[in-house]
């Protein structure tokens, strides 16, 4: 079948005999309480998947199958004379559980290669919209054109064993994520460089092949791209991407389809557009302020400014950290390293110094600490990259990683269709009142 999809079976054989002997022996315990508040305030806090390829703790951040990303970014195999990770490794610890030999990463970045033919119709259906949308919505919709090649697909119309359907999960997997650079930089390249195309080189990494693609060839650039898509792959499964992807993929929707419908979801200003407000917001306080280089009292007043006006400032707070985030502190040395004396980057330090201090001062700020987002876009406009709009095509590319390896778990383990119980604000009257019991208590 393949050396990784051989592997993966294995680990995912195992993992299901222990699931299946755990909740034989565990299934009726209770693992949480739920709160009124939690049920109207986005479920925050309940405890209500399971994903096997990463965690995140309130205070230690993102580990991806246990590793820190310090420890990834040692024990990971890197690209010639390179020192970050390479994309490639990650997503074989996410799927197999375990470390990969330099031999399996570049093992899986040849099969990417081989796979990584974009049919003709794609590039059509992008061209068919107007030049001036949105980089992610012709990102989705190249990721629906891309269906027409799902093998879970035309295996299940054509009555597939449920036994069979992780390998053609797999399968889909694979393939999309070895589509995904072309397909991403050819939008780039088509919005903002006049159509004029690059072709892939299959003597390049995945991650260093994108870059190559979009028009970047500066080594350390390159080198960008394998920290920016190893640390922005996974986030465990509660974020809107990877719960959607999730959510949609228990419905036996193809891989294609779930990941099209976690990256509308990823397109949100409250998740991966993110990244595209923190750039913006940095770029009209320079002009505002009329410097390349605010000073760090002129950017705590523009900060009480923009809190003024009932505004957040971009890229501070988590949901679920309560320290800075490591994905920030990882482009924070690759500045140091690569950058130290660029304007923009500098200013982002300064307003890491500044920010935090000043959401202290509001007591209904759990975490005035940086998110991933905070840094990534003033790496990007260091190399050029200017047009913060497609920042999320990146996060997209990125994130196909993680939820689907996270996927390819879910049909190997044999997860069913979610669907959690609703109720009615009107019912939660009458069980507040003692008037009926929708707690089955």
Not at 181 to 201: C, T
Not at 381 to 386: F, L, N
Request: hydrophobic fraction near 40%; include cysteine.
């Amino acid at each position: 079948m393949g050396i990784v999809k051989d592997r993966f079976k294995a680990k995912a054989d195992l993992v299901a005999v222990e699931i299946k002997e755990m909740l034989k022996e565990h299934g009726n315990k209770v693992i949480g309480e739920v709160q009124l508040s939690q049920i109207y305030q986005g479920m925050r806090g309940i405890t209500g998947l399971v994903t096997e390829t990463s965690l995140l703790d309130a205070q230690e951040g993102i580990r991806f199958r246990g590793y820190s990303i310090p420890e990834l970014q040692q024990k990971l195999a890197h690209a010639p004379g390179g020192s970050e990770p390479l994309p490639e490794g990650l997503f074989y610890l996410m799927l197999v559980g375990e470390l990969p030999a330099e031999d399996d990463v570049h093992h899986l970045s040849s099969v990417w290669q081989r796979r990584s033919h974009v049919p003709n119709h794609v590039f059509a259906s992008i061209e068919a919209l107007p030049v001036n949308t949105h980089p992610m919505t012709q990102f989705v919709v190249a990721v629906m054109a891309l269906q027409t090649e799902s093998q879970f697909a035309k295996r299940y119309a054509a009555g597939m064993n449920k036994k069979d359907y992780w390998e053609a999960v797999f399968d889909d997997s694979m393939d999309l994520i070895a589509r995904l650079p072309r397909v991403a930089a050819y939008i780039y390249r088509r919005k903002y460089k006049m159509g004029d195309h690059i072709q892939p080189n299959g003597l390049l990494d995945w991650a260093g092949n994108f870059a190559h693609m979009m028009g970047f060839e500066d080594e350390s650039f390159k080198e960008l791209m394998r920290l920016y898509m190893t640390i922005h792959a996974d986030h465990e499964g509660g974020n809107v991407s990877a719960h959607t992807t999730h959510l949609v993929g228990s419905a036996l929707s193809d891989p294609y389809l779930s990941y099209a419908s976690g990256m509308n979801g990823l397109a949100g200003p409250l998740h991966g557009l993110a990244n595209q407000e923190v750039i913006k917001w940095i770029f009209e306080m320079r002009k505002e302020l009329k410097t390349e280089s605010p000073t760090k009292d002129q950017i705590a007043e523009y900060v009480k400014k923009t809190m003024s006006e009932g505004k957040v400032v971009p890229g501070y707070g988590h949901a679920v950290l309560r320290k800075t985030d490591p994905r920030f502190s990882a482009q924070m040395a690759f500045g140091k390293k690569h950058m130290p004396d660029d304007p923009l980057v500098k200013t982002v330090w300064d307003i890491y110094e500044t920010v935090p201090p000043i959401l202290q001062t509001i007591g209904k700020i759990k975490n005035p600490w940086p998110n991933v987002d905070a840094h990534s876009g003033a790496l990007l406009v260091h190399y050029g990259m200017v047009e913060y709009e497609y920042y999320t095509v990146l996060f997209a590319v990125s994130r196909a990683l993680g939820v689907l390896a996270s996927l390819c778990w879910d049909r190997a383990l044999n997860f069913p269709l979610e669907r959690p119980k609703s109720v009615t604000t009107d019912l939660v009257e009458l069980w507040l009142a003692g008037k009926d019991n929708i707690w089955g208590e």
